[in-house]
């Protein structure tokens, strides 16, 4: 068995034992043991909920500050309201960054390392274009979508395209070749994959600047 083989088998059974032994358990009826990302994302939404607390006194706190400045300039010191406003500056960028939807993995590596074959293994399907002779010239990025039918978004376009267009747009060695720099997002039906149904993000790079 290739090196890229074992690879797939050992992420395949690894997955298995990381969603709890079986696709059921993420949904699908049978088992209800709650999957490590179920638990991820039911933690997020706690931590979230904190900061909404902390984000409430500190309104609360701005307000009042506001107000005592206004009218007794004297016993308050110039720079509490700026601290505040930082105070509450900073809980709104923390809030930020945990309602992001989805737990993004990246995968990169050199040209025809097995990154998609990898992420395709991961996804149970053939979603990015691998293979012989086809070197990924962009950025993938594959989400879950609720529709039935797959399709591809570009950055210069806001019309969808059709699945099949990924592999011209993305191999480096078609005339149809987007920009190196480039996102190309693939919405794949979320109900092929328990990964997507979780909200994973997959995005596929090649560098040529990783060493061996």
Known sequence: ??????????????????????????????HNQRSDLQMFGQAKKKIDDIFKDIGQFVQETDTLVDEIGTTFQEILPADVSAKVKGFKKKVQDIRKVIQRKGMKV???????????????????????????????????????????????????????????????????QSDQRLKSNSLIRIRWPKTTCPLLREDVVFVDRSTKSIKS
């Open 106 to 172: 990246v995968v990169f590596g050199r040209t025809s390392s097995g990154k998609s074959t990898l992420i395709n293994a991961m996804l149970r399907d053939k979603i990015m274009p691998s293979g012989k002779g086809h070197t990924t010239n962009c950025f993938i990025q594959v989400e879950g979508w609720d529709t039935k039918k797959a399709d591809l978004l570009t950055e210069e376009s806001d019309q969808p395209k059709d699945i099949e267009s990924l592999k011209q747009l993305a191999n480096n």
């Open 1 to 30: 068995m290739s090196e890229v083989g074992r690879g797939m088998e050992v992420v395949y059974q690894r997955e298995q034992v990381d969603m709890g032994g079986s696709a059921r358990n993420m949904g699908n009826g049978g």
